[in-house]
């Protein structure tokens, strides 16, 4: 089974603080991607990394870096965290075969608050 | 601009009953179309992944439709239990970017003894 892990399940921040969300997967996927959820808005896409040192924009990477030094690992990192950056994040895998034969696989979710 | 949508936006049903979901698509131009399960507060879990060029896929007790011409996907639920209780979302692949998912908001489904 493929198994996407997120470090932190529940962190709590000050506004101003940086932060790093690590996400770890054991399958060998090429493709990682953020995600953040939050009531009413669905999920949006921030940033997503093809292969190692490779980085794409997503839908709302305002606020939000990402680092992929090797395969298997994904980070998030908040600059200068926000109070409007309080969020459900979520980091996904799927293998390079891409969407039209790639299953994506999820972490269980990190919940940040900031303060 | 694709959009997905889910309705209803919840569901509360006795078990044993058979259920159907549904998840609207305004641009049929797809690549494929993905079932998530999500339990409060986790992250997601794939259910079934539907290929732009299939017309249903089935996992137990669960079969997903796609008809792309009319936009939509159901997931149907035979023989509800209470452990289907969760937040069920699908996602559609776009054809012009192909690594890009657009999420429905998702039907909460309770099923109650």
């Known amino acids: 089974d493929v198994k996407v892990t997120q470090s932190s399940r529940y962190l709590v921040k000050r506004t101003g603080e940086k932060v790093f969300l690590e996400c770890v997967q054991d399958m060998d996927h090429e493709n990682m991607f953020w995600y953040r959820q939050d009531p009413g808005l669905g999920l949006r896409l921030i940033y997503f990394s093809y292969d190692v040192k490779m980085k794409e924009k997503g839908d709302i990477p305002e606020g939000y870096s990402v680092s992929r030094e090797k395969k298997e690992r994904f980070s998030l990192i908040l600059e200068s965290a926000s109070t409007n950056q309080t969020s459900m994040y979520l980091c996904?895998?799927?293998?390079?075969?891409?969407?039209?034969?790639?299953?994506?696989?999820f972490g269980e979710g990190s919940r940040l608050t900031v303060l | 601009k694709q959009e997905v949508t889910q309705i209803p936006a919840a569901l509360s049903v006795p078990e044993g009953e058979n259920l159907v979901l549904n998840c609207s698509f305004t641009?049929?131009?797809?690549?494929?179309l993905q079932w998530f399960r999500q339990d409060p507060g986790k992250g997601l879990t794939s259910l079934l992944l539907?290929?732009?060029?299939?017309r249903e896929q089935t996992s137990g007790r669960l079969n997903a439709s796609l008809d792309k011409s009319s936009g939509r996907s159901t997931l149907y639920i035979a023989a509800s239990q209470p452990g289907d209780s969760a937040t069920y979302l699908c996602a559609v692949g776009r054809s012009y970017n192909t690594d890009k998912l657009i999420f429905g908001t998702g039907t909460r489904l309770q099923v109650f003894p």
């Open positions: 539907i290929q732009s060029s299939q």
């Open positions: 996904a895998s799927r293998s390079a075969g891409g969407p039209v034969t790639g299953e994506l696989f």
């Open positions: 641009d049929s131009a797809i690549y494929n």
